[in-house]
């Protein structure tokens, strides 16, 4: 199973882009999936989750501004970024709960995507 994760770059502030997610793999369905991203000499911390169903929460951080979706039919997730500012500049990493055909159910991450937002 694999997570690719891309729509990351450089935007000016008060720019918008949208990350994007999908999974791969022997994949039987998916559970929560998520967006957290890590800046540099910072741990990693959850920015959105969004479960199977289409409940979602967010960090304080970016209410009123980022918006999870997920396409279940493509097994994506993705993070649509509004009004950035240069406190949002990370490395973000898409997370998924990957229910196998023949291994244990767990936690997958993403390779990560630069978003650098300039002032």
């Known amino acids: 199973v694999q997570l690719q994760a891309s729509g990351g770059g450089l935007v000016q502030a008060g720019g918008s882009l949208r990350l994007s997610c999908t999974a791969s793999?022997?994949?039987?369905?998916?559970?929560?999936m998520g967006w957290y991203r890590q800046a540099p000499g910072k741990q990693r911390n959850l920015v959105a989750r969004?479960?199977?169903?289409?409940?979602?929460n967010y960090a304080d951080s970016v209410k009123g501004r980022f918006t999870i979706s997920r396409d279940n039919a493509k097994n994506s997730v993705y993070l649509q970024m509004n009004s950035l500012e240069p406190e949002d500049t990370a490395v973000y990493y898409c997370n998924a709960y990957i229910i196998q055909t023949v291994d244990t159910p767990r936690y997958y991450w993403g390779q990560g995507t630069l978003v650098t937002v300039s002032s």
């Open positions: 969004i479960t199977s169903g289409g409940i979602t």
């Open positions: 793999g022997s994949i039987f369905g998916i559970g929560d």
